[in-house]
């Protein structure tokens, strides 16, 4: 369990960009950890994506739940939300002693190391997960589901709850 509550730690000091940009680290590490299956992380990751909170706080207490139970729930999201919370103290020392422009200069040089964690965690989801276990006749509605998706968000711009609540009932039309 101390493994679990250093890993998520570590997770939550560099989890820059929220929780779509740590899926590949949690995704390694699981697996190296055997805390579960490949096939039920992607469930879990789904899970989480589609419940409230933020993504990798939802990770963490699944995560921890389904490794070591209740008390490994409570260690991964106690690991994750630690560093936020020790690095919101410090930027409110920054921001109140006007090192305002450092403060701006470090997020722009993480940005584009979030942007490649975040693309790299949906090649990983996609192409890896989506095509080892689906035939191209299923990856075809799969494919409709994102750009139907995709095209509510961007050109109707509708909220992200009825995308998910779109995209939800689609699946389980077309794979039920």
């Not at 006749?137 to 992200?160: D, G, Q, S, T």
Request: proline letters at 4%; one cysteine or more; charged letters at 10%.
């Amino acid at each position: 369990m101390v493994q679990l509550f250093w890993f998520f730690l570590q997770m939550g000091f560099v989890s820059f960009g929220g929780g779509y940009a740590l899926i590949p680290l949690i995704e390694r590490e699981t697996e190296r950890q055997a805390w579960m299956s490949s096939d039920m992380l992607v469930d879990v990751i789904a899970v989480a994506g589609m419940s409230p909170g933020p993504i990798a706080v939802n990770l963490g207490l699944l995560v921890g739940y389904q490794a070591y139970g209740v008390i490994g729930a409570i260690a991964g999201v106690l690991g994750l939300l630690l560093p936020s919370m020790l690095m919101t103290a410090g930027m409110i020392y920054f921001i109140t002693r006007d090192h305002k422009n450092y403060l701006k200069r470090c997020m722009y040089g993480v940005q584009p190391v979030v942007t490649a964690l975040i693309l790299f965690a949906a090649y990983q989801l996609c192409v890896v997960h989506l095509s080892a276990s689906l035939s191209i006749n299923e990856l075809l509605p799969a494919f409709l589901i994102v750009a139907a998706c995709l095209y509510m968000l961007f050109r109707l711009r509708l909220h992200p709850f009825t995308i998910l609540l779109f995209s939800g009932i689609s699946g389980a039309a077309f794979y039920a």
